[in-house]
């Protein structure tokens, strides 16, 4: 079975809905993010989404990032669980009350630079997803994407992608 191409008029229809659906949402955002949202932006998204690839490559970045995540938490709290049962090694092996507060004391000093420096590292990676993402949509054509470390840049991205999610949601005119 073939599929039909779009009419013109069934896709102009779907991208006014798009532009006027983005448009209440840039409304919605603080001023100093709305300079950063021009009409121009979100027209080109609203070009952008008239069909289902980026809302699937969105989607995708999502499942990704969530699992990253989860990992990253996992390996947080597995630190933290090694400290514990190092405490508690410590406290099972040494007789004095004394010796153990003064152990304990060198442990916690210890296990707070580790757990400082893995929040660094997760930091990090975290990061790197963040450009990881920005550089796919970026090469998607999506319009509003680049690489960058800049926060108000940032910002906007998230509030693009929060955008792209709730259209996803919606029911959009089909062509």
């Not at 800049?150 to 693009?160: D, F, G, R, S």
């Amino acid at each position: 079975m073939e599929v039909a191409e779009p009419t013109p008029e069934a896709l102009q229809r779907k991208l006014y809905f798009l532009l006027e659906q983005l448009q209440d949402m840039a409304r919605e955002l603080l001023p100093k993010y709305q300079m950063r949202v021009p009409i121009e932006l979100l027209s080109g998204l609203a070009n952008c989404l008239l069909n289902d690839t980026v809302f699937e490559i969105v989607k995708g970045l999502m499942e990704i990032q969530h699992v990253t995540e989860k990992h990253l938490f996992q390996q947080r709290l597995q630190i933290i669980n090694n400290h514990a049962l190092e405490i508690q090694e410590m406290v099972n092996t040494t007789q004095s009350p004394e010796q153990i507060e003064i152990k304990r004391n060198i442990l916690l000093r210890r296990h707070k630079e580790e757990l400082k420096q893995t929040d660094m590292k997760l930091v990090i990676q975290l990061d790197q997803k963040v450009s990881d993402q920005q550089d796919t949509l970026e090469k998607a054509g999506v319009p509003g994407f680049f690489v960058t470390n800049k926060p108000i840049e940032i910002k906007v991205q998230m509030y693009l992608l929060d955008f792209i999610l709730r259209l996803s949601k919606m029911d959009i005119p089909h062509v």
